[in-house]
T-cell receptor, first 111, second 114 residues
Framework: GEDVEQSLFLSVREGDSSVINCTYT??????LYWYKQEPGAGLQLLTY???NMDMKQDQRLTVLLNKKDKHLSLRIADTQTGDSAIYFC???????????WGAGTKLIIKP | DSGVTQTPKHLITATGQRVTLRCSPR?????VYWYQQSLDQGLQFLIQ???????AKGNILERFSAQQFPDLHSELNLSSLELGDSALYFC?????????????FGNGTRLTVT
């Protein structure tokens, strides 16, 4: 069935790169999204990638898409304490016009 | 600031009661989505309205209902509340009726049912 999977936690040292991974199941997905949720706040769109792209870079963020393996990753370079949040992966399925969400990965920054 | 306003921020009520959550979408956005976020269920899509009409339904209980008014604000009504309805309820808006438009989320209403 439709499913988006993410690890629940990721711990990295301040200044290192963080790589948050996501796997999805529907090959008809056209858009894949990364949202960020800071404590006490709503979700904020970080970036998205269209399915005909392999990579998208935006300042410290790099999104990689491997369509063959249905794997999406978000790399945050030079991770800062302000990056502490829950990161959600979501796929838009053209087959039924639904947005399917992962459970979210909590990014923990160690000093 | 996403431009999406939700009120109230917090709501505490008893089982069996009814509450109304309100959402004002970002200026110019015609679609409003309601989501429920709880620890055990994650982020669950409830319902979408586009320009006043229901467009898509997710895992919304029959005890819950929503509407979108001519001024595009939306209300989510939760009735016969149960302890398990305690959660964060988010409203999001987008420019189009397609779920592939980027969503802009409000800060949520935290509902506690005692």
């Amino acid at each position: 069935g439709e499913d988006v999977e993410q690890s629940l936690f990721l711990s990295v040292r301040e200044g290192d790169s963080s790589v948050i991974n996501c796997t999805y199941t529907d090959s008809s997905s056209t858009y894949l999204y990364w949202y960020k949720q800071e404590p006490g706040a709503g979700l904020q769109l970080l970036t998205y990638i269209f399915s005909n792209m392999d990579m998208k870079q935006d300042q410290r963020l790099t999104v990689l898409l491997n369509k063959k393996d249905k794997h999406l990753s978000l790399r945050i370079a030079d991770t800062q304490t302000g990056d502490s949040a829950i990161y959600f992966c979501a796929e838009f399925m053209d087959s039924n016009y639904q947005l399917i969400w992962g459970a979210g990965t909590k990014l923990i920054i160690k000093p | 600031d996403s431009g999406v306003t939700q009120t109230p921020k917090h709501l505490i009520t008893a089982t069996g009661q009814r509450v109304t959550l309100r959402c004002s979408p970002r200026s110019g956005d015609l679609s409003v989505y309601w989501y429920q976020q709880s620890l055990d269920q994650g982020l669950q899509f409830l319902i979408q309205y586009y320009n006043g009409e229901e467009r898509a339904k997710g895992n919304i209980l029959e005890r819950f209902s929503a509407q979108q008014f001519p001024d595009l604000h939306s209300e989510l009504n939760l009735s016969s509340l149960e302890l398990g309805d305690s959660a964060l309820y988010f409203c999001a808006s987008s420019a189009t009726d397609r779920h592939n438009s980027p969503l802009h989320f409000g800060n949520g209403t935290r509902l506690t049912v005692t």
